[in-house]
């Protein structure tokens, strides 16, 4: 099956500083989504973005296919960026999500 | 616009018992998918629902089974549970089994 490799595991700043998330994919994907994972288990969307560049406030992710590749960045970091971050991509035809082993943030005051 | 819910937000079972997770797709959803996600790793994939029928299914035991209703509500059961059963479950909802998947707040599975 497809892998998705997401780096690095564990990132911790400062309050304010900017950060580059990093996920590896396999294979073809028609699917691709970027998640934070709240304290309380909550997968909270963050993009859908199987190609291109999106931006939303802080938040900008790209995704290049051709490379297979995925990076999210968060600018001007704050504490509640704080948690886990995944990647989760969906082969064409498989119609299931398969999931990084995500990224711990954490921003420091 | 209602979200995807999921009931209950706890509950503790013990070896061998058998226990139903429900869970209503946001709405205009007609796909419902479920998660398996253990302490600090990733979600996996259990299976998928759409008509009602299961089109999908990932590398789980057959002690896991589901159910879609004509509402596009959905179950998962698991039956005689093991210690390693224990996890957070987390329900997705999509549109004709395509396009983005939005979860819910999940069911924090304890089996002692």
């Known amino acids: 099956g497809i892998q998705v490799e997401q780096s690095p595991p564990d990132l911790i700043l400062q309050e304010g500083a900017n950060s580059t998330l990093r996920c590896n994919f396999s294979?073809?994907?028609?699917?691709l989504q970027w998640f934070h994972q709240n304290p309380w288990g909550q997968l909270i969307n963050l993009f859908y973005i199987p190609s291109g560049t999106k931006q939303n406030g802080r938040l900008s992710a790209t995704t290049v296919a051709t490379e297979r590749y995925s990076l999210l960045y968060i600018s001007s970091s704050q504490t509640t960026d704080s948690g886990v971050y995944f990647c989760a991509v969906e082969r064409r035809g498989a119609q299931k999500l398969v999931f990084g082993q995500g990224t711990r943030l954490t921003i420091n005051p | 616009d209602a979200g995807v819910t999921q009931s209950p937000t706890h509950l503790i079972k013990t070896r061998g018992q058998q226990v139903t997770l429900r869970c209503s797709p946001k709405?205009?959803?007609?796909?419902v998918s479920w998660y398996q996600q253990a302490l600090g790793q990733g979600p996996q994939f259990i299976f998928q629902y759409y008509e009602e029928e299961e089109r999908q299914r990932g590398n789980f035991p057959d002690r896991f089974s589901g159910h879609q209703f004509p509402n596009y509500s959905s179950e998962l059961n698991v039956n005689a549970l093991l210690l390693g059963d224990s996890a957070l479950y987390l329900c997705a909802s999509s549109l004709a089994r395509a396009g983005v998947q939005y979860f819910g707040p999940g069911t924090r599975l304890t089996v002692t």
């Open positions: 294979d073809s994907v028609n699917n």
């Open positions: 709405s205009g959803h007609d796909t």
